[in-house]
């Protein structure tokens, strides 16, 4: 998905989300997005494993290899964004970012595919997230059978992450997370990277992003009729918890939030933040940078200062 050009506005088609052709009977086209197979070459390995087949859900597991063997490594499981409704973790874009993540952090990765709305609206998405931790749960359970890859990973440090409608996932998967037992799994924290999320009445930034290269109005609110329940509006819970309340967030593990001022969603990261907080939920707020929504996906400096962030945290935590 490459950024358009100053001279581009979001009634034509360079923008993928402008793409998506609705059809009468609900069903949807989806545009062409490259894709990238698993590497099974150094310097960072990467091969898929299938998650739940009757769902078609799958993971690609990201190994840095010029780790030393005996180091063991944190690790991430990750989910890509796309407003519920595009891409996988085979997406050209978000192989490359995790490849670069595991590299630059380094750690294990886990990118976690879930099912696409319309087709699954949501609450499918989380279902099939909380499904990716089991299983990272069983893996570490059970160390005659666990995934040689997976023998590289420090279980103590574990954490989520997602960007955009992942940053939502990442967040939702983390509240449900706090009622399991994830034992050996210790959840250190959770990676809020522009995190997706709406509400009926317009912030700010939303109402000025008609024209937005990235996440254009028009698309933004497309992406939520075509995720969100049928009959619910974006003021949803799975949408905007800050509307519905947070209350459920008391006891959730630290959290880093990420912004950038020229992301449409920046108000909102904003309020969410600052309601965690209230909360009593430890928050590294970290929304002062410049740029536009996705920009870690397509300038490499960006995607570097990201991954130096979630290294002190990671590391940190």
């Not at 965690?276 to 929504?293: A, D, I, P, S």
């Amino acid at each position: 998905m490459a950024p358009m050009d100053s001279s581009d506005n979001p009634s034509n088609n360079s923008n993928l989300f402008l793409q998506i052709v609705e059809h009468p009977d609900g069903t949807i086209t989806r545009p062409f997005v490259p894709e990238s197979s698993p590497n099974p070459n150094p310097p960072v390995l990467s091969k898929d494993l299938p998650l739940n087949p009757s769902h078609g859900t799958y993971l690609r597991l990201y190994l840095p290899a010029d780790v030393s063997q005996s180091q063991k490594l944190p690790v991430v499981l990750f989910f890509h964004g796309g407003g519920f409704v595009l891409f996988s973790p085979s997406a050209a874009f978000y192989h490359g970012f995790c490849e670069a993540m595991a590299a630059s952090l380094p750690a294990l990765v886990i990118s976690a595919s879930y099912r696409l709305a319309p087709e699954t609206r949501l609450p499918g998405a989380y279902e099939d997230a909380i499904e990716a931790l089991l299983w990272v749960q069983s893996q570490a359970m059970d160390p005659a059978s666990i995934d040689p890859w997976l023998k590289r990973g420090d279980f103590s440090k574990f954490f989520l992450m997602g960007s955009s409608s992942g940053g939502n996932t990442a967040y939702h998967t983390a509240l449900r997370a706090k009622s399991l037992d994830l034992t050996p799994v210790q959840l250190s924290g959770v990676i809020l990277n522009q995190p997706y999320f709406g509400g009926v009445e317009r912030t700010q930034s939303e109402a000025s992003s008609k024209e937005d290269l990235m996440l254009p109005l028009r698309a933004n609110d497309t992406l939520w009729r075509l995720a969100l329940p049928i009959g619910s509006n974006k003021d949803h819970a799975f949408a905007n918890p800050v509307k519905a309340g947070l209350s459920g967030a008391v006891g959730m593990v630290k959290c880093m939030v990420v912004g950038c001022k020229g992301d449409p969603l920046l108000d909102r990261q904003k309020l969410f933040a600052e309601l965690l907080e209230k909360e009593g939920v430890e928050v590294v707020k970290r929304l002062n940078g410049t740029g536009f929504h996705a920009i870690e996906l397509f300038v490499p400096d960006k995607a570097e200062a990201l991954f130096k962030e979630a290294r002190a945290f990671v590391y940190g935590a």
